[in-house]
């Protein structure tokens, strides 16, 4: 089967500024229970997307084409490219910032924790 990825768009995401597409490969039911995302993530010119915690779950950003600034569960701030992959752990907290005025591209997987 082949199909075209659904795109959504989104304003303020997580409490962030500006807009976001978000272009899903997969939906949750087609992730079989391994995990809730799988996308390609475009975030606009100067937006981002806020300050929010992973429960039960992981998030790694892998970025694809442009520039962000990662927000770690620190609170540190990291300057991030193509090539670069940002590692969110079950529990911390993160954010993601393009203060650019190109696009910044990034793949997200939202996978669950492991149950014991």
């Excluded at 807009?19 to 606009?44: C, D, W």
């Excluded at 911390?92 to 939202?110: C, F, P, R």
Aim: one cysteine or more; glycine letters at 10%.
């Amino acid at each position: 089967m082949v199909r075209k990825e659904r795109v959504v768009h989104v304003d303020n995401l997580r409490g962030g500024e500006g807009s976001v597409e978000i272009h899903h490969f997969l939906n949750e039911e087609e992730l079989m229970g391994h995990g809730t995302m799988y996308a390609r993530v475009i975030v606009k010119p100067h937006s981002s997307i806020g300050w929010h915690q992973h429960v039960g779950n992981t998030e790694p950003y892998a970025i694809i084409r442009g520039e962000g600034v990662f927000v770690d569960n620190d609170g540190s701030r990291t300057t991030v490219h193509a090539g670069d992959v940002c590692l969110i752990e079950v529990g911390q907290w993160h954010s993601i910032e393009n203060n650019t005025e190109e696009d910044m591209e990034m793949i997200a997987l939202i996978i669950n924790e492991a149950t014991k």
